[in-house]
């Protein structure tokens, strides 16, 4: 391997969300919960960020710019960046889009809180599978708009869409948008072709606008094909596509994301409240990272394929109880310990105060997830194995 994916990297002392700012999000009203031991020793498996260095190819173009020595306002104009995404999309998924529809935002959840309020009159309502990533329903909620779920159904860990259901609800004439969420998070599935199809089916019979959060797409576990929904239906202007580099390449706070209209009258809504200024490291360190990042991103993904296998023998050997399968993508293992556990502890805090790691419970993914928590496993394996061996101790230690 060219990368070192083993090396830990201490992230005390940085302001991460995954050290050292956690009990707001995870602890909510209770910010007083007590850890298992101190905060330096927690292992940190919540956040959906990675503890691996950012590829070298970005930290280079990064100092780059830096050593220009200025870093005034800056503009995405010209269409290098623009043509270095198409690049990527094309490349990697045959998805040739119109690069007049694209728009930059500083991040997939604010522009999700944006194009709804733009999308939706104040009684209608928006359309998510659960479980579901929670800044859909924070984006729902923080524009007054009710909430409307389908469950997916779990076949012994693997997930899939419930069209019956789904169908019913996209008829109800006051749902206006459908957050599809492709790869799945937390589940982790990639939607098939037929998947898509069906579901953007519906949604158009039912004229039903698609924000597609395809933030994941680029994660993909071997042997998984990603195909973007609007590759699907090149002629549609009801489709909103959101990507980034930001999951790819650990370039969270870049704050940096794609988004393509494609249809005229919101996306002129988006630019007259988004203008083109952008943060000029983002802008560098993005685009390299789709010019320059695809072996890095190779090797991740082998990195990252290994500790799933890890973790699922891990699992059958520890705790054959657990119902969980492979993700198809992300770096996110979703699964069901209601076996050991039950479905009414809050599991952010057991684990939290039980066995010192940190990682989110169903309780933070809206619905349909009790029982179940969500582990990143963007981490140097020997992390891994230090969280997973605290996790085994405390759920033997609660009988
Ligand atoms: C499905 C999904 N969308 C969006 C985000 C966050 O996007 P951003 O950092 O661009 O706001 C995440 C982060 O975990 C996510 O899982």
Not at 77 to 103: C, I, M
Not at 246 to 267: G, Q
Request: hydrophobic share 40%.
């Amino acid at each position: 391997m060219k990368y070192n994916f083993d090396k830990i990297i201490n992230r005390h002392g940085t302001n991460a969300m995954s050290a050292e700012g956690f009990r707001e999000y995870l602890f909510g009203d209770n910010p007083e919960i007590k850890c298992a031991c101190a905060d330096e020793d927690l292992v940190s498996m919540w956040i959906a960020d990675m503890d691996f260095a950012i590829a070298p190819e970005i930290l280079n173009a990064i100092k780059q710019r830096l050593d220009q020595q200025i870093l005034g306002y800056t503009q995405l104009s010209g269409d290098s960046y623009t043509q270095a995404f198409l690049n990527w999309t094309k490349s990697r998924y045959q998805f040739d889009f119109n690069p007049e529809h694209l728009v930059n935002s500083s991040g997939i959840v604010p522009a999700l809180f944006d194009l709804l309020k733009y999308l939706c009159k104040p009684d209608e309502k928006v359309l998510i599978h659960t479980p579901s990533y929670g800044f859909f329903k924070h984006a729902a909620d923080g524009n007054n708009l009710e909430l409307v779920c389908s469950a997916l159904k779990s076949d012994n860990g693997y997930y899939r869409i419930d069209f019956e259901d789904f169908e019913k609800k996209a008829q109800d004439t006051k749902v206006t948008v459908f957050i599809l969420c492709n790869p799945h998070n937390p589940t982790g599935r990639v939607w098939s072709i037929e998947e898509l199809t069906r579901l953007a089916t519906i949604c158009f019979d039912n004229n039903i606008t698609i924000i597609a959060d395809e933030i994941h797409c680029d994660l993909l576990r071997k042997g998984q094909t990603f195909t973007p929904l609007a590759a699907l239906f090149p002629e549609s202007d009801k489709i909103v596509t959101c990507m980034a580099a930001s999951k790819t390449f650990n370039l969270a706070d870049l704050m940096f994301a794609n988004l393509i209209i494609p249809h005229d009258e919101l996306r002129d809504k988006w630019q007259q409240e988004h203008f083109p200024i952008v943060n000029p490291l983002s802008l560098v360190g993005v685009q390299a990272a789709y010019e320059k990042g695809g072996n890095w991103l190779d090797e991740l993904t082998d990195y990252l394929d290994n500790n799933f296998d890890y973790l699922d023998k891990y699992l059958k050997q520890n705790l054959p109880k657990v119902v969980f399968q492979i993700s198809q993508s992300t770096y996110l293992a979703w699964v069901d310990i209601s076996a050991y556990l039950g479905k009414e502890i809050n599991l952010t805090e057991f684990f939290a105060m039980n066995a010192g790691v940190l990682l989110e419970g169903g309780n933070m993914f809206v619905g349909n997830a009790d029982g179940c928590i969500r582990l990143n496993l963007a981490c140097p394996l020997a992390k891994l194995k230090d969280g997973l061996e605290k996790i085994n101790q405390a759920i033997k230690d609660y009988k």
